[in-house]
């Protein structure tokens, strides 16, 4: 059998994170998580709201590893992971919420762009967006951490880097959604919430 992929990061995040999406997500139902690397955060945050139905997604390489821990927890409200590649084709289901944690500085911008302006039509009105991970703050890195994990990213990868808050915040108007939260979590990152205007 295959080893279940492990992030350490993924690991230590998850207590902080879950104390913010129970309150959030408290009268959610359906939460689609884009980008779930590994399945960790999956497996954890569906067992511990057993209201919610948690479906993951992520590109199809990453479906093997994200089964196994699905498997594992064998979950009524965790199903099987759907491809999904932000550039490709999207879910025809509709959720009332969207999770996605250290997503957006892997991505290229573009690909940033085009989640964006595709998650309503994977949304019901007045639906939650919350994204997990480092963030700029008027141009600037919250921390020298955050600027030298920059630099390793852009050394990985040219159309990698920290997104600034701004540039997220417009791309998300643009799409409908008004921030409403923004915590500051640890190791520098921030966990941002939008929600989706009435139409």
């Given at each position: 059998?295959?080893?279940?992929?492990?992030?350490?990061?993924?690991?230590?995040?998850?207590?902080?994170?879950?104390?913010?999406?129970?309150?959030?997500?408290?009268?959610?139902?359906?939460?689609?998580?884009?980008?779930?690397?590994?399945?960790?955060?999956?497996?954890?945050?569906?067992?511990?709201?057993?209201?919610?139905?948690?479906?993951?997604?992520?590109?199809?390489?990453?479906?093997?590893?994200?089964?196994?821990?699905?498997?594992?927890?064998?979950?009524?409200?965790?199903?099987?992971?759907?491809?999904?590649?932000?550039?490709?084709?999207?879910?025809?289901?509709?959720?009332?919420?969207?999770?996605?944690?250290?997503?957006?500085?892997?991505?290229?911008?573009?690909?940033?762009?085009?989640?964006?302006?595709?998650?309503?039509?994977?949304?019901?009105?007045?639906?939650?967006?919350?994204?997990?991970?480092?963030?700029?703050?008027?141009?600037?890195?919250?921390?020298?951490?955050?600027?030298?994990?920059?630099?390793?990213?852009?050394?990985?990868?040219?159309?990698?880097?920290?997104?600034?808050?701004?540039?997220?915040?417009?791309?998300?108007?643009?799409?409908?959604?008004?921030?409403?939260?923004?915590?500051?979590?640890?190791?520098?990152?921030?966990?941002?919430?939008?929600?989706r205007r009435r139409m």
């Amino acid at each position: 059998m295959s080893e279940k992929p492990f992030s350490p990061a993924s690991e230590r995040n998850r207590g902080p994170i879950l104390t913010v999406l129970r309150e959030w997500f408290a009268d959610r139902t359906r939460v689609l998580e884009i980008g779930s690397g590994t399945g960790q955060h999956a497996a954890y945050f569906a067992a511990a709201m057993p209201q919610l139905l948690w479906q993951c997604s992520d590109r199809a390489e990453y479906l093997s590893g994200i089964r196994l821990w699905l498997d594992e927890a064998a979950l009524p409200n965790a199903p099987s992971p759907l491809p999904l590649n932000v550039m490709g084709n999207w879910p025809t289901e509709r959720y009332d919420a969207v999770f996605s944690a250290n997503t957006l500085h892997i991505m290229a911008w573009h690909e940033v762009e085009h989640m964006f302006a595709k998650l309503p039509s994977v949304m019901t009105d007045n639906a939650y967006v919350a994204i997990y991970g480092p963030f700029n703050i008027n141009g600037r890195f919250t921390s020298e951490s955050n600027a030298s994990f920059d630099r390793d990213l852009k050394m990985r990868g040219a159309h990698m880097g920290i997104r600034d808050a701004t540039d997220v915040d417009a791309l998300a108007s643009k799409a409908g959604f008004d921030l409403v939260d923004d915590v500051a979590m640890p190791a520098n990152n921030r966990l941002r919430l939008w929600k989706r205007r009435r139409m």
